[in-house]
């Protein structure tokens, strides 16, 4: 599922890391950066399809403008990854069109 | 309503003022019925109350204090569905229109208590319009993920809803296959009677005159000023509907609520306000805020989605809310129509009125009841539901 | 509600917003700085208290002058909210926004200085996986250090894409072509303003500066190049174009497209204030007075969402939308004798921007696509040609069409299609883009969660 990255970000001696996973798959990445651009360096180069014609889709501005980016995250979906920097462990998943609500029994209670 | 054969030699020609969904409507019924139609509309930035609409085809809990009005929105959803279909044959553009009924949510036993009071009181000569009442556990079977704060409701196996904006693209574009002419950027301020141009003359406001054999106001809130050049009272007044409308979501609300509603696209509308600010259609937080914290009420799981839009939208209400439907006395072939129903009674609209104001169809006996001179009478007082 | 009050609120933490709230301070105002990042810079001097020195020598002076705006700013005084989404405003100062749950701040004035965007690039397979913008490509190289894994494409116009060229050969990214679609026209038309221009030579010799590195670096560019499409299915393949009378085809997977910027303007619209279309930049700019004042409210506006001037300009325009605000509050007497100086370095910052604004004026094909498949509204992916559809349905502008056929509606709430849209439907009907107008922008100004609009709130005693 890994496509070539499309950037990399040359590694620093001593420089510190976090570990993501991107559907399932672990990714290594300096920490401080955004969701995006660890994705983008990562290998990921369908990051959701879209709402109307489920085509895919990738980051277009990376400041937060053009919503193209958004992923899962967590568990939430309809995040704008070029707006969210990475922790350790942050589970990420591809976004397939429009979010999902959970309105099953017992989900509404932690509100 | 029946047909009168006035229409075959004379009188084609019709005016309307207003493209909105009331005006568009009767426009499409007009031009299928052979009248040669045009609408006048203003420009992008109008005040358009038809792209406020909250899109519910609806009729329980409307008609408390008007039995007519009960009838006719009856009638108005009987005809939805071949007029949906026959729209969506012309134009290939989907209104949207699905009626698997619509629930009525109250937030305290003693607002359900008076619904069903209220209801019970439309039905009180023989059930017209058929509801249930529900608590809580049985609103759980219909809508999962409701929330707490809902403590019961009604259902009506009649509503439904459709998507207002889709339904006005497809009037307008079956006017312009029927071969209507729909000119945009016109404010009508003027009606002239009998010029020399033509028995109705609309004057707009940059002096440009537009003639015809017949003339609809359909203008809105543009009516209130306008009806008066045809000697009708037409008292509309603005009334602002905040509603929001959050990024589509994947489908989980599958009927309509009074209160909140997912659209095919899958976006959900929270609605509205009722707010007397005049000619202002803007948005304020605090009202944002509160419809915020009661879509969040009513569904726990909405706080997960995002708000993409606030939207401030005026409509034209009558003193007591039901709909103005007029011809001139003084100046037959002139009407007025008022309506903030656009969407629940687009099929009436087109399919009755249409025919109506082309002189094809004689006035049925029960708009006696939607006569603008009802508010002159200074012995009534009115509200209008809002 | 958690409100609070200040002579000054700025709403954006680039030069404009660190510059005014630095002299704001100096005048002994009270400012609050809402920011949607967690670290003032805004987009050109992103992540500059942070960046590290082998980035600095690949990014160059400019950026790295950033820093001392940045200290002095950390220095003023004034309160930084970082992290802050900024969703509602009104004419007379009160600002709604999110940063852990709602909360609002009421400026006695409010200094809107939202910067810029990428202007849209509305061309076949723009929407495709591969495929940024220059300035995307930017940010993650300055809030990253990431750079291109492979040759990389980079096709457009403007002193943006050549800086970004520039800072890629020192990076040593190797880069595949440049496709440079900048008119030919142009440099004709541009000819006459180069004497004006020349006030403004530092600016002017950098960009040949740059232009003569890449030539020197060995970077083959197709000059004058147009009708630029992206071929490829699910991710770009090929970029190709008009050369010369022949159809060129190359192939290409990272496509980075750059035609200038455009203000950001959601902000300033969202209040209902007049806004004009500026001709020369093909786009929307708030009607202000010299200061920057929105017609007689409580908003200023300073800096690229004014109108596109540049870091440097920018800053100064923070500064003197800042005095201004001081002489409204008493904070000053001599207004006019502190605003000389800074208007004559305005005035030097911003002779070279006719020059430019003719130069890399974009094509119109690229602006407004004759393509009707052209995918125009990227969120609910609406073309050119369905838009064109409406008009010929009586739309008149850009809300009709909106209603009509849902392009606008999506998450970016028509950022990325609002000028596309008014230049189609202004040709489409034959009358000028101010004539067709601008969408409406409602709030919420940035799409946010309904957690957090209804989130528990500290109720006011």
Redo the contacts between chains.
Sequence with gaps: MATEPYFVIPAKPGSSTVTITFEGRKIVVPAGISVAAALLAGGVGVFRTSIVSAAPRAPFCMMGVCFECLVEIDGISGRQSCMVPVTDGMAIRRQEGSSALDVSEGAKDDV | MQRTDMYTHREKRLTIVGGGLLGAAIGYGAAKAGAEVTIL?Q???AL?AS?GNFGLVWVHGKGTTMPPYVDWTLQGLRLWPEFQEELLNRTGVDSGLENPGGFWLGFSEAEVEKRATALEGINKNGTKVPFEILDRSDLRNYL??I??AVVGGSFCPLDGHANP?ML??AL??GL?QLGAR????VTVTDIQHDAPDGRFVAVADDGTRWSGDRIVLAAGLGNASLASHLDIHAPVLPTRGQVL??????P?LHYPTNKCRQTK??SVQLGSTAEDTGVDD??T?DK??WL??R??ET??????????????ALRPLTPDGYPIYQESERFPGGYVVSSHSGVTLAASHAELLGPWVSGLTQTPPEFTSFRGERFLDTDSSFSNGY | MTSETADLVVIGAGPAGLAAACEARELGMSVVVLDEQTAPGGQIYRNIESVTDDRQDVLGPDYVAGQELAAAFRRSGAEHCGGATVWNLTTDGVVDYIADGPKTVSGKYVLLASGAMERPFPIKGWTLPGVMGAGAAQVLLKGAGAVPAGPVTMVGSGPLLYLLAWQYMRAGVRIAVVVDTTPMTNYLRAVPKLPGALAGWPDLSKGLKLLGALRKGGVKVYRDAREVAIEGRDAAQAVTFRHRGGRIELPARLVLLHQGVVPNVQLSMSTGLDHSWDAAQHCWTPVTDEWGRMATSSLYVAGDSRGISGALASAVQGRLAALSIGQQLEKLSDLQTRAAPLRRQLKRYMAIRPFLDTLYCPREIHRVPTDDDVMVCRCEEVTAGQIRGYVKLGCLGPNQTKAFGRCGMGPCQGRFCGVTVTELIAKERKVDCAEVGHYRIRPPIKPILLRDLSAPKDEEP
Excluded: C, Y
């Design positions: 509309d420009g992008d930035n358009r792209r999962p993920g929330g707490d904006l006005l693209r307008h574009m312009n729909v000119v945009n950027g409308i959050t990024e589509r979501l994947q989980f696209e899958g803007g948005t937080s944002i805020e915020v914290r879509g969040v569904f726990p799981a909405l706080a997960d989605a995002k708000l993409v839009r606030a939207w401030g």
